[in-house]
């Protein structure tokens, strides 16, 4: 493993030089610069697979020493070193299992989804150095590194959703996820900032050491930091307030909203809570997590009301992943760290499939709108059943991975904060229902558009679907619980639990619950999962919908508006937020006019006096002094030229009357 | 003995008579010869010092010398300019030879 850590900076490296090889030379060549970008991600996933076999091999010694660093580069500032560098401890490697894995899976897909875009080498070149932020931020062993991967994140968020920027709505929605996770990183950086002058470090573990003695001489500005560091994960990972973004972000190529929505992106936010979360445990009471813990219940339970009401395929599922990040930031919340790391881990394999599912079904159908789809099993087989195994997989039905890492949220929940658990348990309930009613509208019944047909994608899309479908199943059985009858000793007694338990052993003062099996919250989310499906069924099953006629759901009347308004938060940003940022910038721009650029002028106007005078003073009196000089010595020239007669013998009369007058001055002097 | 001052005395006349000679002299080769003059009245101050004064060591004469030789060398330049200009002018009055001058 010592060894074997060289080999981690090369993963970010890959497929970062790959960006710059496209974006350089190779751009021209549409067809090569997707091999180039998928064979990066491929080394990049083997390096990967290298780094983490070998840790799971190491695992006893995790316990013992959780990280394994190499430094890459020391930046001396005054008498300390900025160390920046790499390290592998159990988060680490669980991520550089998912991400390269689920960025393959895109990469390959990409390349069959984007066929015939003018700007297709682009593309591959954007979502390499994406990849290489999600990768670079993985491995980082401080903030500095973890922020500068992050902004990179941001700024590929921003040129991908924008991508296809001659549409305005795509142009907007990549300047609305740009500035409004930019609110967040602002935050994430006072409270980087913050964290740097308290402690004096950037490292992970020495920042966490410090942290302990700040958390006693300074509790508030402890607690203020942890709040900062959490905004920027609000606004990354797309929680309440800041979720608006992400449902625009479907404007961006699906291949792009499956990269940003499993594998990268807002996998970030919930990544640098769980990377930071010895700074949110460390207070006394934990005050800092419960805020956690609230923004994330009621993210995931309203993002998975809205979710009901959206008829955009992909909206559906953005809705989806806001809830579902909003289950792992409130399972980080209640303290259950290995559960949402288990949780953004099984839901990256199955929201990828879901979305490159729908990608396919929008490639067949060139729609968005799921009222004009419908009967598409027969006509997508693959896609069908790949998004059928996503979707049970999200709707958390044993025993496919979503099921395993939400009943192990839900299982802290019950034992740690029973309103929490309420808000997760009724989430359940609504994603397994919208679900259903996504599957159902999509994909069964009869085509209610005539003149759409459907065809099934080709091999390079559908193969990748099969592949995370494969994940979305197997993945949960990695964190089955050891309690489990039959299944839990067969598959190693909860092997991932054991693994990414030993992250914080180092800290005494990280708690983390040690929640046992409980059957009954078990039973209780397999019902719902039932129930939501059961429901779903009932409402858009039994009688497919027809074409033209309006979904069953409007009969809930005012709700539905609401629901289908999304709470009529961007109205209300409109109206307040931006409304107000554009007064101020007014009441700034008059104040800029009036009193600024005034000053400014005013300045200017004074040193054109002054120069003026200036001038007055260089022309009469320095020019006057240099030119007296020259005019007094030509006249002075001018009289005393008639001594020079030519005649040799004045000239001799005058060296002896010299010589005679000199004599008598030394002699007589 | 005779004393050194009639040494003296003698050089003075003479370098008298050659200052007026060079100075009221017309002709170019009878300020040349005056000059000749003032040099030889050096020559004799310049003997009669080392012979009176430090007569061990033989620096007048060298001296003397060397003045003889400055003043070769000096007739031959003087003569060779005056000929110069006795060819282009026709003249060797050095009041007519007052171009360089303003």
């Known amino acids: 493993m010592e060894d074997l850590i060289r080999l981690v900076p090369l993963i970010p490296m890959v497929p970062l030089l790959t960006f710059a090889l496209i974006a350089i030379y190779v751009r021209r060549y549409h067809k090569l610069s997707s091999y180039l970008a998928v064979a990066a991600i491929f080394v990049a996933w083997a390096l990967s697979m290298v780094i983490v076999f070998s840790a799971v091999a190491r695992m006893p010694h995790f316990a013992e020493e959780p990280a394994v660093h190499l430094t890459l580069l020391s930046i001396p500032t005054g008498g300390t070193t900025l160390d920046i560098g790499v390290q592998i401890d159990p988060l680490t490697v669980a991520l550089l299992f998912m991400v390269p894995t689920v960025c393959l899976m895109i990469f390959i897909y990409s390349t069959g989804y984007m066929k015939g875009d003018p700007r297709y080498s682009r593309f591959f070149a954007y979502i390499c150095l994406f990849t290489t932020g999600m990768l670079g931020l993985v491995v980082a062993d401080n903030l500095l590194l973890l922020f500068i991967c992050w902004e990179v994140m941001g700024l590929c968020s921003y040129l991908l959703i924008g991508f296809w920027y001659e549409k305005p709505s795509a142009m907007w929605a990549g300047l609305k996820a740009f500035i409004t996770t930019r609110i967040g990183d602002v935050l994430l950086m006072l409270g980087m900032v913050l964290l740097y002058t308290q402690t004096g470090a950037l490292r992970f573990e020495t920042v966490f050491t410090g942290v302990e003695h700040l958390a006693e001489t300074n509790p508030t500005l402890m607690y203020v930091i942890a709040l900062l560091v959490f905004g920027g994960a609000v606004g990354k990972s797309a929680q309440f307030p800041l979720h608006v973004w992400l449902p625009d972000a479907m404007e961006g190529p699906t291949p792009v909203s499956a990269l940003i929505h499993a594998a990268t992106m807002v996998a970030a936010g919930v990544f640098l809570v769980a990377r930071m979360f010895p700074i949110f445990a460390v207070l006394e009471g934990m005050p800092a997590l419960t805020w956690v813990a609230a923004i994330g219940a009621i993210t995931a339970f309203f993002a998975s009301t809205i979710a009901i009401a959206q008829d955009d395929i992909k909206r559906v599922l953005a809705y989806s992943t806001i809830s579902q990040l909003g289950y792992m930031i409130m399972a980080l919340g209640i303290g259950g760290f290995v559960a949402a790391v288990f949780h953004l881990i099984t839901h990256a394999f199955f929201k990828a499939l879901l979305f490159l599912g729908s990608g396919s079904v929008i490639h067949g159908v060139n729609t968005n709108d799921m009222m004009e789809m419908g009967g598409l099993r027969k006509k997508m087989p693959y896609t069908f059943w790949t998004f059928l195994i996503g979707m049970l997989a999200l709707a958390g039905v044993p025993p496919l991975a979503g099921f395993w890492s939400k009943d192990e949220i839900l299982a802290v929940a019950f034992d740690r904060n029973l309103v929490v658990w309420v808000m997760g348990t009724l989430a359940a309930l609504i994603t397994a229902f919208y679900m259903t009613r996504q599957v159902f509208l999509t994909f069964m019944g009869e085509p209610r558009n005539k003149e759409i047909h459907a065809h099934e994608s080709p091999p390079s899309m559908y193969v990748p679907l099969i592949i995370l479908a494969i994940g979305a199943v197997l993945v949960g059985l990695l964190g089955v619980p050891a309690e489990v009858p039959v299944l839990g000793p067969l598959l190693g007694n909860n092997p991932f639990h054991h693994f990414l338990a030993a992250q914080f052993s180092q800290w005494q003062y990280v708690h983390l619950p040690h929640v046992g099996f409980n059957p009954a919250v078990m039973l209780i989310s397999i019902a719902m999962a039932g129930a939501g499906i059961g429901l779903g069924y009932l409402v858009y099953g039994r009688k497919p919908l027809q074409a033209g006629q309006p979904d069953p759901l409007m009969r809930l009347g005012a709700v539905w508006t609401l629901l289908r308004n999304k709470y009529y938060i961007d109205e209300i940003y409109r109206a307040t937020v931006i409304r107000g940022t554009i007064g101020l910038a007014g009441v700034l721009f008059r104040f800029d006019q009036g009193i600024i650029d005034a000053i400014v002028n005013l300045i200017g106007k004074l040193t054109e006096r002054w120069s003026y005078v200036s001038r007055l003073f260089d022309t009469y009196v320095i020019d006057g002094i240099v030119n007296g000089v020259g005019r007094v010595t030509s006249a002075v020239g001018e009289e005393l030229r008639f001594i020079q007669t030519g005649r040799v013998q004045n000239y001799m009369v005058i060296v002896v009357i010299s010589v005679v007058l000199l004599m008598g001055v030394f002699l007589y002097l | ?102």
């Open chain 2, 1 to 102: 003995m005779i004393p050194l001052s009639w040494y003296l005395i003698v050089s003075a006349i003479l370098f008298c008579i050659g200052l007026y000679g060079a100075l009221a002299h017309r002709n170019a080769i009878g300020i040349l010869m005056g000059i000749e003059l003032m040099l030889n009245a050096v020559n004799i101050n310049l003997v009669a010092f080392w012979r009176y004064i430090t007569p061990e060591v033989l620096t007048g004469q060298v001296f003397a010398i060397f003045v003889i030789t400055v003043a070769a060398a000096e007739a031959a330049i003087g003569l060779a300019l005056i000929i110069s200009i006795f060819r282009n002018r026709e003249t060797v009055i050095v009041e007519d030879v007052d171009m360089m001058k303003w």
